[in-house]
């Protein structure tokens, strides 16, 4: 079947793209981690170039101060509280009908990162810490897919594609002489928690996020054209206030280093083995408690439990989640149930109140 590509004219004009260029990136499959401000730029620029399929994945909903800087939402998805990868995926639709989003209103973990990313060509990074880049990084690695890294904060944003070492080393871009060092090559752990600025103590300027998204999208535009000597072989730094802009190389890191990752192929992050239960949100008084996926475990009942709590507060529900206005102790909570069993309690910035608030009002 031959599909018309007039709309995407002006793009295979570019020399390395043409119609040939077009075609892949129509049969091509990406996974988005996060729908916040990078993400909703990058889907939003996938979409409009014309990428067949988009996997999009985010835990949250939309508020008012995310509007500032995610381009995909508007006030009405405030009102109505619509989780940001379902919002996402309707707005999509609107732009480029062709393109088929998979919306996924969940935490990227350990647990299902690789079924994200089953059938996926490239994974693209919108996600605001660094526990889940090093699991979207060892997924990458392991299966073989290129990972486009980005972050921004305050009015510096970093970003980087990462074509990884195979363990066959058979790989387009490895036979292209393209293969870089992967993200634990460069950086071997981590940041502890409370030694990076977040976006809740640091801000964030809407135009460091698009600039760094749309880094991201052109390097996985070159990925899935093929165009492995045009992807970017340096870490790219820029802040955007002092006018700085800085490129790393960083293919010693591969050459001289010992990587657990990509040339141990010891996948820690996969494994479970670093990753936590409770997440502090990134620009957010909130926390999320996760529940272990446990198949046998009962659903919650959301009719039951909105009646229960409306003792303390309005509740509102929707077939997504339910919220309820809580006040404990003189303290006031914000909780919000998704239904793969996730909480997000707002409010409180500790792990062990979000804890005992949940236990109080949900249960353990
Ligand atoms: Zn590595």
Same mark, same amino acid.
């Given at each position: 079947m031959s599909q018309d590509l007039s709309r995407y004219h002006r793009q295979m004009l570019i020399p390395g793209f043409g119609e040939e260029g077009q075609r892949k990136l129509l049969g091509s499959k990406v996974l988005v981690l996060g729908c916040g401000a990078l993400g909703t730029v990058i889907a939003n620029l996938l979409a409009r170039a014309g990428v067949g399929h988009l996997v999009v994945v985010d835990r949250d909903f939309i508020e008012l101060t995310n509007l500032q800087r995610q381009v995909l939402f508007d006030e009405q998805d405030v009102t109505d509280a619509i989780p940001k990868a379902e919002a996402a995926r309707r707005k999509i639709a609107k732009i480029n009908s062709q393109v088929k989003v998979t919306a996924v209103i969940d935490d990227v973990n350990h647990t299902n990162i690789e079924k994200l990313a089953e059938g996926c060509d490239a994974i693209v990074d919108g996600v605001d810490n660094f526990e889940t880049r090093f699991l979207a990084n060892d997924c990458a690695v392991k299966h073989g897919l290129p990972y486009i890294y980005g972050g921004a904060v305050g009015t510096v944003g970093m970003t980087y594609a990462i074509l990884p070492h195979t363990e066959?080393?058979?790989s387009p871009w490895e036979q292209a002489g393209a293969a870089t060092p992967c993200l634990r090559c460069i950086f071997e752990q981590a940041p502890p928690p409370g030694m990076n600025p977040t976006c809740e103590t640091a801000g964030v300027l809407s135009p460091a996020v698009s600039i760094i998204s749309s880094y991201e999208v052109n390097e996985t535009l070159k990925v899935l054209t093929g165009n492995w000597s045009a992807v970017c072989p340096t870490m790219l730094s820029i802040d955007i206030w002092a006018n700085t802009v800085k490129q790393f190389k960083v293919k010693r890191a591969y050459d001289v280093g010992e990587c !657990?990752?990509?040339?141990?192929?010891?996948?820690e992050h996969l494994a479970g083995l670093?990753?936590? !239960?409770t997440t502090t949100l990134c620009g957010r008084n909130a926390v999320q408690l996760s529940q272990p996926k446990d198949a046998a475990a009962p659903k919650l009942d959301f009719e039951e439990l909105a009646q229960r709590l409306r003792a303390h507060g309005p509740v509102t529900a929707s077939k997504f989640m339910l919220r309820a206005d809580i006040k404990d102790n003189g303290a006031e909570y914000e909780l919000t149930l998704f239904t793969d069993g996730r909480a997000i309690v707002k409010g409180t910035k500790e792990p062990n109140t979000a804890k005992s608030i949940y236990a109080k009002y949900v249960g353990a």
């Open positions: 066959r080393g058979d !657990a990752c990509c040339k141990k192929r010891n996948f670093l990753s936590s !239960a």
